[in-house]
């Protein structure tokens, strides 16, 4: 057995036990760690695959991402094609909060690479990644919703039309938003 799938199998036997609270304590004690440099960004990787939660495996992503760019140029662009990876063969259990890290990058490249990706998700990761993008966001996220938006507009399939209308209104969201800073 894989080092990593005996670390999955200990996440996994402590998760029901373990509440949200404590789990959100845990990662902030291991990404202290992790910044720190007492523990490796790969330490991370078991929390982004087996936790189910939406902010746990969000911030585990970033804090796997930032951890990794902060390093050589050969060690982010791996991180970043593991995270994809781990998006693609649905490899973490919430596909939708590592897409949603990946996508809050910035990056163009790995923009492009998630936009191969967008059909793959089901209307509920689709959820998960709207109620986790940022308030704020940057205009390459917007420009990204967009586009996705664009893509499955008027679709015949029940799941890519709620897809759609899930998009759709986070883009009414930010539309809001941005007519009330305006506005005062």
Same mark, same amino acid.
Not at 75 to 83: K, L, N, T, Y
């Given at each position: 057995?894989?080092?990593?799938?005996?670390?999955?199998?200990?996440?996994?036997?402590?998760?029901?036990?373990?509440?949200?609270?404590?789990?959100?304590?845990?990662?902030?004690?291991?990404?202290?760690?992790?910044?720190?440099?007492?523990?490796?960004?790969?330490?991370?990787?078991?929390?982004?695959?087996?936790?189910?939660?939406? =902010?746990?495996?969000?911030?585990?992503?970033?804090?796997?991402? =930032?951890?990794?760019?902060?390093?050589?140029?050969?060690?982010?662009?791996?991180?970043?094609?593991?995270?994809?990876?781990?998006?693609?063969?649905?490899?973490?259990?919430?596909?939708?909060?590592?897409?949603?890290?990946?996508?809050?990058?910035?990056?163009?490249?790995?923009?492009?690479?998630?936009?191969?990706?967008?059909?793959?998700?089901?209307?509920?990761?689709?959820?998960?990644?709207?109620?986790?993008?940022?308030?704020?966001?940057?205009?390459?996220?917007?420009?990204?919703?967009? =586009?996705?938006? =664009?893509?499955?507009?008027?679709?015949?399939?029940?799941?890519?039309?709620?897809?759609?209308?899930?998009?759709?209104?986070?883009?009414?969201?930010?539309?809001?938003?941005?007519?009330?800073?305006?506005?005062?």
């Amino acid at each position: 057995m894989s080092p990593m799938t005996s670390a999955l199998i200990s996440y996994w036997q402590r998760l029901p036990a373990e509440s949200t609270a404590i789990r959100r304590c845990n990662l902030a004690a291991l990404r202290e760690d992790v910044r720190e440099g007492r523990r490796p960004p790969e330490a991370l990787v078991t929390v982004i695959l087996g936790d189910i939660d939406d =902010e746990i495996v969000h911030a585990a992503t970033r804090a796997y991402l =930032e951890a990794c760019a902060s390093s050589q140029v050969a060690h982010r662009a791996a991180a970043v094609d593991a995270a994809v990876e781990w998006v693609r063969r649905g490899l973490a259990l919430n596909r939708g909060a590592v897409f949603t890290a990946l996508l809050g990058t910035g990056d163009a490249v790995v923009h492009e690479r998630l936009a191969a990706l967008r059909l793959s998700l089901s209307a509920d990761e689709v959820a998960v990644v709207c109620r986790q993008l940022p308030l704020a966001p940057a205009k390459s996220i917007v420009q990204f919703l967009h =586009e996705w938006a =664009e893509l499955i507009e008027g679709a015949d399939d029940p799941a890519l039309s709620h897809q759609h209308d899930l998009v759709a209104g986070q883009l009414d969201r930010y539309a809001q938003a941005i007519a009330q800073l305006v506005a005062a």
